[in-house]
C-alpha cells in the first residue's frame, strides 16, 4: 500500500502526464478544505474538475485574444453605446450573443468616418471571444496585401483555408485606401470563400452605390455585395464624428 508521501508522487507525476495543471496545483488544498467541510468524494472531484476547466477556459480566451490581433482598448467599457440609434443598439444587443456566427451571418457597418465603425465591431469581437468564438481583426489594406502575397506563392488555398478557422473576420475600412484591381480580385475570392460558410464584419465610409470604386467593375461589385448582403445584419452609424466631438469637449476645458 502506497504511503502518503508515495501518493502525493503517485498524483503528481500522474497528473503531469494527463496534463491537468489545476488540478496537480490545487488537489491538496481542495481535499484539505473537503476533509473540513465533509464534502462527499464526488463533491470534491466536480470542484477539482470545475477549477480546471475554468482554467483552461481562461487560456484559451487569453489566447483567442492574441490570436485575433483585435486592439484591445476598443472594448464595449470605453464604447458610448448612447450615442447609437435606438434601432442600431438593438442589433448590436442581439450581436453579442453570437447566434448569428452559425448562421454565417455578416455584419456590415456604414457610417462617416470617425462614427465609432471599427471600435463597436471590436468591441463586439472581443465579447465574442468572450464566449468561445474565434475572431481575427484585419484592416483591409492589409488583409489585401497578405491575400496577394500568398497568391503570387501559390498559396492562397492555404491561406483561405487558414483564414477559415475562424468563426469571424473584421475586415476593417474597406473602400478607405485605393486598391489596384489584382489586389480587389483577391479580396473578392475571399468574401466568395466565406459566403455562407463564415461570418464577415466589414466597417466601411463608402455606401453600396459607390462600391464600384473597390472592385473596379459592375459585374464583380455586384456580385460581392450579393453575397455580403444575403445573409446580413446592416448598422448605419451615421453619427457627428466622435473624435471631433471628443477635441471640441477638450477645447473647452
Not at 104 to 112: D, P, Q
Not at 185 to 201: C, K, N, P, Q, T
Not at 220 to 244: F, G, K, Q, W
Amino acid at each position: 500500500m502506497l504511503g502518503t508521501e508515495d501518493v502525493k508522487d503517485y498524483l503528481n507525476n500522474s497528473l503531469r502526464e494527463l496534463r491537468l495543471p489545476t488540478v496537480k496545483a490545487c488537489y491538496e488544498q481542495q481535499a484539505h478544505r473537503a476533509r473540513k467541510e465533509s464534502l462527499s468524494y464526488e463533491r470534491y472531484l466536480a470542484e477539482l474538475v470545475e477549477l480546471e476547466c475554468q482554467e483552461r477556459l481562461h487560456r484559451r480566451i487569453e489566447r483567442f485574444l492574441r490570436d485575433s490581433r483585435l486592439p484591445l482598448e476598443k472594448d464595449l467599457n470605453s464604447f458610448e453605446m448612447k450615442r447609437l440609434p435606438s434601432r442600431v443598439a438593438a442589433n448590436v444587443n442581439a450581436l453579442l450573443d453570437g447566434s448569428f456566427l452559425g448562421r454565417a451571418e455578416n455584419v456590415l457597418a456604414f457610417g462617416n468616418p470617425g462614427s465609432g465603425k471599427t471600435h463597436l465591431l471590436c468591441a463586439i469581437g472581443q465579447e465574442l471571444i468572450y464566449k468561445g468564438y474565434r475572431v481575427r481583426f484585419t484592416p483591409c489594406s492589409l488583409l489585401v496585401q497578405e491575400l496577394l502575397l500568398a497568391k503570387q506563392n501559390l498559396r492562397l488555398p492555404r491561406t483561405l483555408k487558414k483564414l477559415s478557422k475562424y468563426d469571424a473576420l473584421i475586415i476593417d475600412d474597406i473602400g478607405y485606401v485605393e486598391q489596384n484591381r489584382e489586389e480587389m480580385e483577391v479580396l473578392f475570392i475571399l468574401l466568395a470563400d466565406r459566403y455562407e460558410r463564415g461570418s464577415v464584419m466589414i466597417t466601411s465610409n463608402l455606401p453600396f452605390s459607390k462600391w464600384e470604386r473597390i472592385f473596379k467593375d459592375p459585374m464583380t461589385t455586384a456580385a460581392a455585395i450579393d453575397r455580403l448582403v444575403h445573409h446580413s445584419i446592416i448598422l448605419e452609424m451615421n453619427l457627428p464624428s466622435y473624435r471631433l466631438e471628443q477635441s471640441k469637449k477638450s477645447k473647452k476645458h
